[in-house]
């Protein structure tokens, strides 16, 4: 009797602790789940890539995007996986998206050319040199670059006015405040001339093959562009349901009316990225 009391008693205890621990175990699963750093989801989506689940590493990088782990080689990725599923325009949007981010590599700048030559894509006209040179920093290390030259010039004109006249370090000094001058022009050029996001907040990319530009808005109006290619650039100018009224930059810039399910908004997510 005693035998069945003590058997019983241990059954019990450890049902109660089986029922204690077993969510404990699975919150403990849950939350080892959640700690994969974005790094390793990387690595592990570019893997899958490699071997051709171009799906699942899609996935694993939309998820990344969701959470808000953005990174210029992530958005490369994307733009590898959607060339490879032969979405032109999807590659490109990503593609351009990656070169926002400061110092873009020749082979972005390579694979976004490319499409380009076998899309035939309009796009806003740039200066080549001008964005290579903006794109060496963000916009906020160019304003510290400048902050920094401007200080330097403080320093120097304190500093040469309390020289001895006719002294070396007069002239040293002077040079220091010529130099820091330029400096501050420069990285205020930079500043300026790097993509923000109040220049780009209109732009959008055509990602659907077939698009035309209307003369209204409606299917059965005239054409303005019976094709604009994907991976074309254009700038919304305001929307009416399911259509928007955009700037196409053709030789002669052009507007027209295209449906909005075919462009993708160039930067949707949060603008400090870009500073």
């Given at each position: 009797m005693m035998m069945r009391v003590r058997?019983?008693?241990?059954?019990?205890?450890?049902?109660?602790?089986?029922?204690?621990?077993?969510?404990?175990?699975?919150?403990?699963?849950?939350?080892?789940?959640a700690q994969v750093s974005p790094e390793v989801q990387y690595r592990e989506a570019r893997a899958l890539f490699e071997k051709g689940d171009f799906k699942k590493a899609g996935e694993i990088c939309r998820a990344l995007i969701a959470a808000q782990h953005l990174s210029p080689a992530l958005f490369e990725l994307m733009?590898?996986?959607?060339?490879?599923?032969?979405?032109?325009?999807?590659?490109?949007?990503?593609?351009?998206?990656?070169?926002?981010?400061?110092?873009?590599?020749?082979?972005?700048?390579?694979?976004?050319?490319?499409?380009?030559?076998?899309?035939?894509?309009?796009?806003?006209?740039?200066?080549?040199?001008?964005?290579?040179?903006?794109?060496?920093?963000?916009?906020?290390?160019?304003?510290?670059?400048m902050a920094g030259a401007g200080w330097i010039f403080v320093f120097a004109v304190v500093l040469y006015y309390f020289s001895p006249r006719r002294s070396s370090r007069r002239t040293f000094f002077m040079l220091v405040r010529v130099l820091a001058v330029a400096g501050m022009a420069l990285a205020a050029l930079g500043w300026y001339w790097r993509p923000s996001f109040e220049k780009i907040h209109d732009l959008a990319t055509?990602?659907?093959?077939?698009?035309?530009?209307?003369?209204?808005?409606?299917?059965?109006?005239?054409?303005?562009?019976?094709?604009?290619?994907?991976?074309?650039?254009?700038?919304?100018?305001?929307?009416?349901?399911?259509?928007?009224?955009?700037?196409?930059?053709?030789e002669q810039p052009s507007r027209g009316w295209v449906t909005s399910d075919s462009l993708s908004r160039l930067w949707p997510f949060d603008p400090a990225y870009l500073y």
């Open positions: 058997w019983m008693m241990i059954f019990v205890v450890g049902v109660v602790a089986m029922g204690v621990l077993s969510p404990t175990l699975v919150l403990a699963a849950e939350k080892d789940s733009g590898h996986i959607h060339y490879r599923q032969e979405n032109l325009g999807e590659a490109a949007l990503w593609y351009e998206r990656a070169a926002l981010f400061s110092k873009p590599s020749v082979e972005l700048r390579q694979n976004i050319a490319h499409i380009h030559d076998r899309t035939g894509s309009v796009n806003f006209v740039g200066n080549r040199f001008r964005d290579q040179y903006a794109a060496f920093f963000t916009r906020s290390e160019w304003f510290f670059l055509v990602t659907a093959v077939d698009t035309r530009a209307y003369t209204a808005a409606a299917r059965t109006s005239g054409l303005v562009m019976p094709n604009v290619p994907p991976g074309s650039n254009v700038r919304r100018l305001y929307e009416r349901g399911a259509w928007t009224y955009v700037e196409i930059p053709t």
